[in-house]
């Protein structure tokens, strides 16, 4: 009669197994901010190349016709430069969609903003879609853009001088600046240097004025696709009142935010960076010494 042996088996006990799950939870800690950090390096990266672009269209719009498109139009189609430099991205079939005989908010328009323009939103940012319910389609919401031109400064040059701005509802408009509402700026008028003046700044952090990528200005009231600079990077967000052309250009990136110089170079402006040098960098004419790293 044949005895058949049976190996004893042993399993975790409750210690071993609380240790174990205890180093993994350790691991997991570790490693996560490591992913985090790799993805939004990536995040930036594609945040920058996407401003490079949008240099590069607004350059060949430039060599095309003689001037910059202006930040905003408020009369005729009230659209912003991201539509107008569209064909300069090879988004032709997109830009002959729109109707340029009505205005941005005409049905039909807001219909063609529905599509997403890569180029026009950052990977970090908030929220990707208008905020406005007036813009809505259909109960479909239209995208939004991050990317913003520079109206200018508001506020005192180094030399103590006042800078130029209009009177408006919701800030004003500043007129130092190269995509200015209305504006048909070229790059001889950037008398400080293309190297030293900020062209288009992102704003892509928690703030709520998100309007449609299409959107112009309005004369007397508001510029969307244009913005003054009046304060420091990720400080103001809009107030629902008063401060629409103001809202601080600021991101979801780590100590700063991504800026396109005239020249069509890329830049990360650092958070911490003092107002004199955001104010200085914003004009295109101001006769400053001061500038950004």
């Known amino acids: ?3 058949i042996r ?3 088996r042993r399993g975790f006990t409750l210690i071993e197994l609380l ?3 205890a180093i993994i939870a350790i691991l997991i800690g570790l490693l996560l901010p490591a992913v985090q950090k790799v993805r939004e390096a990536a995040n930036r990266i594609k945040c920058s190349n996407n401003m490079k672009q949008i240099g590069m269209a607004l350059h060949n719009y430039h060599d095309t016709n003689n ?5 905003g139009s408020s009369s005729g189609d009230k659209m912003g430069f991201q539509v107008y430099i569209l064909p300069f991205l090879e988004q032709d079939n997109l830009y002959l969609k729109f109707n340029r005989s009505l205005p941005y908010d005409d049905p039909v328009n807001l219909a063609v903003a529905l599509n997403k323009v890569l180029n026009y939103l950052c990977p970090s940012a908030s929220e990707q879609y208008s905020l406005f319910s007036a813009e809505y389609v259909g109960g479909n919401r239209p995208f939004t853009t991050h990317y913003y031109g520079v109206m200018g400064p508001k506020g005192t040059n180094p030399d103590g001088t006042s800078y130029q701005w ?3 509802g919701h800030g004003g408009f500043a007129l130092q600046g190269v995509l200015t509402k209305d504006g048909q700026n070229t790059m001889a008028a950037i008398t400080d240097g293309t190297s030293n003046t900020l062209l288009v700044g992102e704003i892509s952090w928690r703030q709520t004025g998100y309007r449609v990528w299409s ?9 969307a696709p244009c913005k003054n600079l009046r304060y420091a990077i990720n400080a ?3 107030n629902e009142t008063d401060n629409f052309d103001d809202i601080s250009f600021g991101s979801n990136h780590s100590n700063g935010v991504v800026f396109l110089m005239a020249d069509g170079s890329v830049r990360f ?3 911490a960076t003092d107002m004199l040098s955001l104010l200085s960098a914003a004009s295109r004419n101001g006769g400053e010494t001061l500038g950004i790293n």
């Open 6 to 8: 049976q190996s004893a």
């Open 1 to 3: 009669m044949s005895t």
């Open 236 to 238: 103001v967000g809009y």
């Open 166 to 168: 209009q009177g408006g």
């Open 19 to 21: 240790v174990v799950i």
């Open 269 to 271: 402006v650092r958070q």
């Open 67 to 71: 001037v910059l498109p202006p930040g």
């Open 215 to 223: 959107r112009g200005c309005q004369d007397t009231a508001w510029c």
